[in-house]
């Protein structure tokens, strides 16, 4: 039996490597996925990608409305949600403390922790008992990193908000974690790498893969695996757990 047999899940930043990645290793494994984004066209191409088990819906996470729409529209779809990846996030851009502009600062703890705790308030009431959600946060969610400070502060929030919804869910069965990714081989990285180093991407590639114990990036598909486990049944009596996948850096 296929482990997400009967289940539904939903997905923010759907149309990200992540989302999309774990969308279909969800589908693989018998779900019915909606897909949310503020990118409907990428949306539109990943569901098509996906099949007839996935369905899409644009949104904002930062606004209250869109949220609790695309929270009704996932059940209006599939009947139900047994699983929320509450996924979406943006890097803002790299500058020191003192030149980084308020509006980017602003903007990064919008949707990455405004956008979670949206989800969580309108997503909670919508899901089954015995429900599972996935935060995603970040190593940078559990220390810090020079010239990062939005990006940063916005994943250490999500453990606030990880942890107090673990707590809130609980008597419901609702099973609430965290996953905390080093630098995942992505879209995103480009972006941070270029902001280390404008010009110098691929270099600044090479040094944070030496950084990493095991000596790379991870693959979109090993932080959905994952997800997968936190998802499904095999994860009954985990909540409130913070799951770091970081290819070793945290042991050093």
Same mark, same amino acid.
């Given at each position: 039996?296929?482990?997400?047999?009967?289940?539904?899940?939903l997905?923010?930043?759907?149309?990200? *490597?992540?989302?999309?990645?774990?969308?279909?290793?969800?589908?693989?494994?018998?779900?019915?996925?909606?897909?949310?984004?503020? =990118?409907?066209?990428?949306?539109?191409?990943?569901?098509?990608?996906?099949?007839? =088990?996935?369905?899409?819906?644009?949104?904002?996470?930062?606004?209250?409305?869109d949220?609790?729409?695309?929270? @009704?529209?996932?059940?209006?779809?599939f009947?139900?949600?047994?699983?929320?990846? &509450?996924?979406?996030?943006?890097?803002?851009?790299?500058?020191?403390?003192?030149?980084?502009?308020? =509006?980017?600062? $602003?903007?990064?703890?919008?949707?990455?922790?405004?956008?979670?705790?949206?989800?969580?308030?309108?997503?909670?009431? @919508?899901? &089954? =008992?015995?429900a *599972?959600?996935?935060?995603?946060?970040?190593?940078?969610?559990?220390?810090? *990193?020079?010239?990062?400070?939005?990006y940063?502060?916005?994943?250490?929030?999500?453990?606030?908000?990880?942890?107090?919804?673990? +707590?809130?869910?609980?008597?419901?069965?609702?099973?609430?974690?965290?996953?905390?990714?080093?630098?995942? $081989?992505?879209?995103?990285?480009?972006?941070?790498?270029?902001?280390?180093?404008?010009?110098?991407?691929?270099?600044? @590639?090479?040094?944070?893969?030496?950084?990493?114990?095991?000596?790379?990036?991870?693959?979109?598909?090993?932080?959905?695996?994952?997800?997968?486990? +936190?998802?499904?049944? $095999?994860? @009954?009596?985990?909540?409130?757990?913070?799951?770091?996948?970081?290819?070793?850096? *945290?042991?050093?």
């Open positions: 039996m296929k482990r997400l047999e009967n289940k539904v899940a997905i923010t930043g759907g149309a990200g *490597s992540i989302g999309q990645t774990t969308a279909k290793l969800f589908i693989e494994e018998g779900a019915k996925v909606m897909l949310v984004d503020l =990118d409907e066209s990428a949306l539109k191409k990943a569901a098509a990608e996906l099949g007839p =088990d996935a369905a899409y819906i644009a949104a904002d996470v930062t606004v209250a409305a949220v609790a729409r695309y929270a @009704q529209e996932a059940v209006k779809k009947g139900k949600i047994d699983i929320f990846f &509450n996924n979406a996030g943006i890097e803002g851009v790299v500058k020191p403390i003192t030149e980084f502009p308020e =509006d980017v600062f $602003d903007k990064v703890m919008a949707v990455n922790v405004k956008g979670v705790f949206l989800g969580c308030k309108y997503v909670l009431p @919508q899901m &089954n =008992d015995g *599972s959600m996935i935060i995603t946060s970040s190593v940078a969610g559990l220390g810090a *990193s020079p010239n990062f400070v939005a940063t502060t916005s994943k250490h929030a999500t453990l606030g908000i990880m942890k107090t919804a673990a +707590l809130e869910a609980a008597p419901r069965k609702i099973r609430v974690n965290s996953i905390h990714p080093s630098p995942v $081989d992505n879209r995103m990285m480009r972006s941070i790498e270029e902001g280390y180093e404008p010009g110098k991407g691929e270099e600044m @590639q090479k040094m944070f893969a030496a950084g990493i114990p095991l000596g790379r990036y991870a693959k979109p598909l090993e932080i959905a695996k994952l997800v997968l486990f +936190l998802g499904s049944d $095999d994860s @009954q009596f985990i909540s409130g757990a913070q799951y770091v996948i970081d290819g070793g850096s *945290s042991a050093k």
